[in-house]
């Protein structure tokens, strides 16, 4: 969000091709190997699809019943952008010995091969393929080979393209019997929204999953694991299973556990539905300036635009408030005091809001933490103010390509953050109010980037909100995602999604309140928010930003995702009849815009 009112910094930036081994290769097929010999099996799981994408992992892609080389079911893929729509899984192989990988193909520019083999990787393409086509090549593990990973994919701008009956034909790996159930199950520190666990070790498992209420939530290494993002004064139960190479054990024996009731995450006097607003407070743009008296009380909470830092990697936070030569009807300090003490006393909540496009801040030091905490400090105790909001926009908050796991970062800029954070809700208290407004490109496009990725080669910003986000769920009131200015996202439906109707906000919301895996990795899940601290962040206005809203589209996304009506082609995975609200950018484009967005509102709930 920005002094202009159109930010638009996912449409300045695209992710970097995602960089593999594989190269565009001559067309032909490698010669392939005599008959296969009697003790050669199929090694690749799934390979009809005919189990969805179960032991896939894929970018970008669903099956379809139509069309199909065989079975009842396909892989349909379709490249976008810099993503060319990978699937791929891993296969438990010999060392030093010879396999065939083959699939049927269709479409332009569809891609099979294997990496990891240990000796020369190899794949095999068509130009192009109007029927079913296939696709083979041969290759030969290295001497201490024991995993590779086939692959198919599809290339830039090229469609959508199809798969089946993919196999790797070659001597099969004894994987011996899967572990025993583990045992000793205990719930230890239980909070409002996690329960931990752990368990005895179990001999011959290399790993762990955890079962809530029947459904498998996480994989582990371990012998302890925290399931989190679970609701307040709610009982569940949880059992974990034992893994290796054969397979899962038996489920261990079922433990229970109640959450805590928590506070809400911060700020618990907040009205069931919120309607949340930033108020241009330190500048004029086309909207005009906005005196804090003259906010109606239909907003809940006003955000005020925005507190900036003296250099990028200071810290140091300032709020400026507009000056008389820019604004002529700006307050004096003591009126603009005074209306701040008046909206709290009718129960409203004031915060500043740190970043904005212009306002880049990189927490690259200690030193810079601790100057972030006590400038920001100053501001609230100056002001009055009942919290803060985080609005880090383009380059404040970037991963390190070492940092891939979002639930224990090691880039410094998200680890000061996370710390200066956490600093400021311990000393406040719990009626400390923490929100967020990144952009859909630090979020929900985690689902299938993170980081610069696994080869390398992707924007180091993309998802990089979520270990901040993941961190801070028990202290973080409300996340308003921007869901404006932004590019086509894949939604868990893996289809994209784009601005310009109910069903972009339907589907970026469902993905906050489901939770999703990262990056496609179904062991890395990013667990679901509670629905009240979610609220929908949207322009409004046609001059606040791209990808406004007509107010019966704001209608429809909000019925279909409170009570599961009038909901468009995405299917969402649940009804939150408790989502929090609504965000804007912002109060002064509603009042432009003859408050449209806030009268619609106030109609919808009340």
């Known amino acids: 969000m920005d002094r202009t009112g159109r930010t638009g910094p996912f449409s300045r930036r695209r992710l970097i091709a995602v960089c593999t081994a594989t190269a565009l290769a001559v067309p032909g097929l490698a010669a392939l190997s005599s008959t296969a010999r009697a003790a050669d099996a199929d090694l690749a799981r799934n390979g009809g699809f005919e189990s969805g994408l179960d032991g896939w992992t ?46 049927y193909v269709r479409g332009s520019y569809v891609y099979l091969g294997a990496t990891g083999t240990g000796t020369t990787d190899v794949s095999t393409w068509t130009q192009s393929a109007a029927d079913w086509q296939k696709l083979a090549t041969t290759f030969r593990t290295g001497p201490s080979t024991t995993k590779v990973t086939i692959y198919t994919h599809g290339w830039y701008g090229t469609g959508t393209y199809y798969a089946d009956d993919v196999s790797l034909v070659g001597p099969g790996v004894d994987a011996g019997q899967p572990p025993a159930a583990p045992t000793g199950l205990t719930v230890g520190t239980v909070s409002s929204s996690s329960v931990a666990l752990s368990w005895s070790a179990v001999a011959g498992a290399t790993g762990y999953a955890v079962y809530r209420d ?130 709290q006393a009718a129960g409203k909540k004031v915060l500043i809001s740190i970043g904005g496009q212009n306002g880049q801040v990189q927490l690259t030091t200690t030193a810079a933490r601790d100057t972030f905490v006590s400038s920001v400090s100053k501001i609230i105790d100056t002001y009055g103010l009942d919290g803060l909001d985080i609005d880090f926009e383009g380059h404040s908050l970037s991963l390190d390509a070492s940092d891939t796991d979002f639930k224990h970062p090691t880039t410094p800029v998200v680890v000061n953050l996370i710390s200066a954070l956490k600093t400021l809700k311990a000393k406040y208290g719990s009626k400390f109010v923490l929100s967020m407004a990144p952009e859909t490109f630090f979020v929900q496009l985690g689902y299938q980037y993170y980081g610069t990725g696994k080869w390398g080669g992707q924007d180091p910003r993309a998802g990089a909100y979520l270990p901040v986000i993941h961190a801070l769920r028990d202290d973080l009131t409300l996340l308003h995602v921007q869901d404006y200015n932004s590019g086509p996202i894949m939604g868990l439906d893996n289809q994209y999604h784009s601005m310009g109707g109910a069903d972009f906000h339907i589907a970026m919301t469902d993905m906050l309140l489901t939770g999703f895996p990262v990056a496609g990795d179904a062991n890395n899940v990013f667990p679901p928010l509670r629905p009240d601290q979610i609220a929908i962040g949207m322009p409004a206005s046609t001059n606040a930003g791209n990808g406004y809203v007509a107010p019966a589209e704001v209608t429809k996304a909000l019925d279909c995702l409170t009570k599961k009506t009038n909901c468009g082609s995405y299917a969402t995975h649940g009804t939150w009849p408790g989502l929090r609200g609504l965000m804007t950018w912002s109060v002064n484009w509603d009042r432009f815009g003859s408050w449209e967005f806030s009268t619609n509102f106030g109609r919808y709930f009340g």
Request: negative net charge; hydrophobic residues 30%.
């Open 214 to 343: 029947g459904a498998k939530v996480q994989t582990v290494t371990g012998t302890s694991a925290t399931v989190s993002g679970l609701t307040p004064s709610t009982a569940y139960s949880f059992q974990v299973a034992a893994t290796n190479d054969a397979g899962e054990s038996a489920k261990s024996s079922t433990v229970t556990a109640t959450t805590s009731a928590g506070s809400g995450g911060g700020s618990s006097d907040l009205p069931p539905h919120a309607l949340v607003g930033y108020l241009h407070a330190s500048f004029a743009n086309g909207a005009g300036y906005t005196r804090m008296a003259d906010v109606p009380d239909s907003w809940d909470v006003i955000d005020l635009a925005f507190g900036e830092p003296t250099s990028v990697t200071s810290g140091d936070i300032r709020f400026n408030r507009c000056p008389a030569t820019e604004c002529p009807t700006v307050e004096s300090d003591a009126d603009f005091k005074a209306a701040i003490k008046a909206k």
């Open 58 to 103: 894929c970018t970008a892609g669903s099956t379809v019943t139509s069309p199909v080389r065989s079975g009842s079911s396909a892989l349909k893929a379709t490249p976008a952008g810099s993503d060319y729509a990978q699937c791929s899984q891993t296969v438990t192989v010999k060392p030093d010995a010879q396999y065939t990988l083959s699939g």
